[in-house]
């Protein structure tokens, strides 16, 4: 499995918990949104990584104080380009997937204070 097949992994696993799509691999200037999903009143910003050697740390470690940066960044750009999702709450989630594809779901795994 490799990059969209982990997406589609972790799409249908959000989607199971009744969050519905939004936007997938949102692109900006400022980085990529891998996964935008609407669970209720809350817009879940989804990062999927995987590691399948955890030599130098494990999937979720590798969401580091600049990739979260980067995130906070891009979703900041997504609300002022999609006005109608602005006024939700926002959620910043860490989907990571070990060499067997199971899914270590960070709910509120940051957030966007000091980005």
């Known amino acids: 499995m490799k990059g969209a097949a982990e997406e589609d992994l972790a799409l249908r ?7 519905k799509l939004v936007a997938r691999n949102w692109r900006c200037a400022g980085g990529e949104l891998d996964l ?6 809350v817009l879940v910003i989804a990062e ?5 050697n955890t030599a130098f740390g494990s999937a979720a470690e590798s969401v580091d104080a600049r990739k979260r940066a980067r995130i906070v960044r ?3 750009l997504f609300l002022a380009a999609h006005a ?5 709450e ?3 989630d860490v989907l990571a997937l070990d060499a ?4 270590q779901w960070l709910r509120a795994a940051f957030d966007a204070q000091g980005y």
């Open 13 to 19: 696993h959000l989607q199971a918990q009744g969050m």
């Open 36 to 41: 935008v999903m609407r669970h209720g009143v």
């Open 48 to 52: 999927v990584r995987k590691r399948s």
């Open 74 to 76: 891009a979703t900041r």
């Open 84 to 88: 109608d999702y602005a006024q939700l």
């Open 90 to 92: 926002v959620r910043f």
């Open 100 to 103: 067997a594809n199971s899914i």
